[in-house]
């Protein structure tokens, strides 16, 4: 992590970043916005031409796809006998709390997602933040930068203690009102009738009703195949917040302690990390997936934002 408080410290950090992968040939990333590209031009001059530069709101649109995009780009980056090289400043302060979560948890992930891929990446993070998202940043990089040197981080914490912390939070208590469908049998095509009749009494695009259809699909296969009986399948749309459609599917089965909740990508064979294709496909389908498991059996709660309604607008008034 690159902690700043202006742009000198940004730069004093970025900069030897930066020409130290171009001088190396490594394959060099910037992903900023506008006015940082600008600025990072201007200071790397001819070498900026070594540099390819991404829009941030573009490259940070989805953790899990952000990851999958970024590992596929180091590996193809490996096999050409180079490494990557990113410095990637995702926007913190516009998203909602779920899902700086997520991020936070895919910064932790990338530790254990990028071994072996000779990949290095370094995250700026402005001392304007929350000071939550900056103590979280401690603890999801092992390193600290400061100028040209790169310090041990002591707030480091392995990568899935960091996840068992995150999945400790409990979840939210279901609406009252929530629509409650009691499995009892392996019909899949009523089960998606089910969810894509809900569906569609909300905004929700079709193209995302068909990622949720996939999701839920591979989650009740999942509860049926090695969960307990009774699975339950509840729905619900929430407008507080980030407004979303809310699919959850509990039993009372109990997942493997070492469960990586399919939150590393499937790699490539002879690869050592790589985790559950399933659970990982259902992550890139939905915008937020949250598991838990325990005791009392396991939730797995699948979230699809809903598109923002339109601004009401006065009502004309005609006269006679």
């Known amino acids: 992590m690159l902690p700043y408080g202006g742009v000198d410290e940004f730069l004093e950090g970025a900069l030897p970043f930066l020409r130290d992968g171009v001088d190396a040939g490594d394959r060099v990333l910037a992903v900023a916005g506008a006015g940082r590209e600008l600025l990072l031009r201007e200071e790397l001059g001819p070498m900026a031409a070594g540099v390819e530069f991404a829009e941030a709101d573009t490259w940070y649109g989805h953790p899990a796809r952000t990851l999958a995009d970024c ?22 302060a516009a998203r909602p709390p779920l899902e700086v979560a997520e991020w936070q948890r895919m910064d932790a992930v990338a530790n254990v997602a990028f071994r072996g891929t000779g990949a290095s990446i370094m995250c700026p993070f402005p001392a304007s933040l929350p000071a939550g998202v900056v103590a979280s940043a401690r603890r999801t990089h092992p390193e600290t930068v400061r100028g040209a ?20 939070e409990p979840l939210s208590r279901p609406p009252d009102d929530a629509d409650v469908l009691k499995i009892e049998r392996p019909d899949l095509y009523w089960l998606r009738a089910y969810v894509g009749d809900y569906a569609r009494g909300t905004p929700l695009p079709e193209e995302d009703l068909q990622r949720l259809l996939v999701a839920v699909t591979e989650i009740v296969t999942n509860a049926l195949r090695h969960g307990e009986p009774p699975i339950v399948l509840r729905m619900w749309t929430e407008s507080s917040g980030d407004r979303s459609l809310v699919c959850e599917v509990c039993d009372e089965g109990r997942w493997e302690p070492d469960s990586d909740y399919g939150l590393v990508p499937p790699r490539p064979t002879g690869t050592s990390t790589g985790g559950r294709f399933g659970l990982w496909a259902v992550r890139l389908l939905c915008s937020l997936v949250q598991i838990r498991t325990g005791e009392d059996g396991t939730t ?3 979230r699809l934002r809903l598109p923002a309604l339109p601004a009401r607008t006065p009502a004309t008034i005609n006269r006679a």
Do not use: I, K
Not at 78 to 85: C, D, E, H, I, T
Not at 155 to 168: E, I
């Open 71 to 92: 590992l596929a780009l180091a590996d193809n980056t490996a096999w050409q006998g180079r490494r990557l090289r990113v410095l990637g400043e995702p926007a913190w």
């Open 300 to 302: 797995v709660r699948l």
């Open 149 to 168: 040197r790169a310090l041990a981080n002591p707030g480091f914490m392995d990568p899935w203690a960091y996840n068992a912390r995150c999945d400790g």
